[in-house]
């Protein structure tokens, strides 16, 4: 009962959100949009806030559900631009209200988790250390963000199929470059 809570909560932020700015948007909003009592909302969320975070992480383990391989990792990346792009309302509403910090926030867990299952998958047998294969996924991490914030700043006009291919093309086999590069006595 309570994630079906949290989700009619998340659709209800999202519902009002069609409608004026996340900064206009009271706790009192969602709850009656939801038909729930304030109490309840807390219940679930300290604030608007991390109703959003929640609502973000929700839709990007959605979007990245078995696509962090090597082999699938475009096909995630392209299922988070088509989740943002799906909740462009939500995402646009933070970007300008609240901070461009703050979408990386959100981004920043789904892109690492992305990144990371590439790099452990790749690094397999290889004697790279553990601060190494973060180092590495930190890199790619922040370059995907950096790419994707662009594109929300730019009101994600681009085709995001587009975008992952380029990124392909920049990636492709420098994970493993990079990971032969930190290997213990390589």
């Not at 706790?27 to 304030?38: H, Q, T, V």
């Not at 299952?117 to 290889?126: I, Q």
């Not at 929300?152 to 093309?169: F, L, N």
């Amino acid at each position: 009962m309570s994630q079906m809570t949290k989700r009619a909560l998340a659709a209800s932020l999202k519902n009002l959100l069609l409608r004026k700015p996340l900064t206009k948007i009271t706790i009192n909003d969602i709850a009656e949009d939801c038909g729930i009592s304030r109490m309840t909302f807390y219940y679930h969320f300290k604030d608007i806030y991390d109703l959003v975070e929640w609502t973000c992480a929700e839709d990007a383990a959605r979007a990245l559900e078995g696509k962090k391989t090597y082999d699938t990792w475009q096909e995630g990346f392209l299922n988070i631009f088509h989740a943002v792009q799906a909740n462009k309302p939500l995402i646009m509403n933070v970007y300008r209200c609240v901070s461009r910090e703050r979408i990386e926030q959100y981004l920043n867990p789904l892109i690492h988790s992305l990144i990371l299952g590439v790099v452990e998958e790749r690094a397999e047998g290889m004697a790279v250390s553990e601060g190494d294969k973060r180092f590495i996924a930190s890199f790619y991490e922040y370059a995907f963000i950096g790419v994707m914030l662009e594109w929300i700043k730019d009101g994600m006009r681009e085709d995001p199929a587009a975008i992952v291919e380029r990124t392909s093309g920049v990636v492709h086999g420098s994970i493993l470059r990079a990971l032969e590069t930190f290997r213990a006595g390589g």
